[in-house]
């Protein structure tokens, strides 16, 4: 499974964006997928993931962020919304299936105040 991000970029607070994450190959093996984001000096951490039981989101981005699939297309989205500085980072589409974690390369997010 190869993922690819894209719709990073630029806003000023209380902006919004749209992240794509784009799957090729074995898709069909894929149960899960999720965004994570990583900040300078932080570890990575979860924002959204979505499976068959439905989705789930960080305390951090509860109502203000919204997670979905299209699975004939393939891709899922993040929609962001209210951006606040603090999510400023570099967000990465994941995906989990047969036992197997994919990465993208990242798609960065800047939040200017």
């Known amino acids: 499974v190869h993922l690819v991000e894209s719709g990073g970029g630029l806003v000023q607070a209380g902006g919004s964006l749209r992240l794509s994450c784009a799957a090729t190959?074995?898709?069909?093996?894929?149960?899960?997928m999720g965004w994570y984001r990583q900040a300078p000096g932080k570890q990575r951490e979860l924002v959204a993931g979505?499976?068959?039981?439905?989705?789930h989101y960080a305390d951090s981005v509860k109502g203000r962020f919204t997670i979905s699939r299209d699975n004939a297309k393939n891709t899922m989205y993040l929609v962001m919304n209210s951006l606040k500085p603090e999510d400023t980072a570099v967000y990465y589409c994941?995906?989990?299936?047969?036992?197997?974690?994919?990465w993208g390369q990242g798609t960065q997010v800047a939040v200017s105040s």
């Open positions: 994941n995906a989990f299936g047969d036992g197997l974690i994919y």
């Open positions: 979505i499976s068959g039981g439905g989705t």
């Open positions: 190959g074995s898709t069909f093996s894929i149960k899960a």
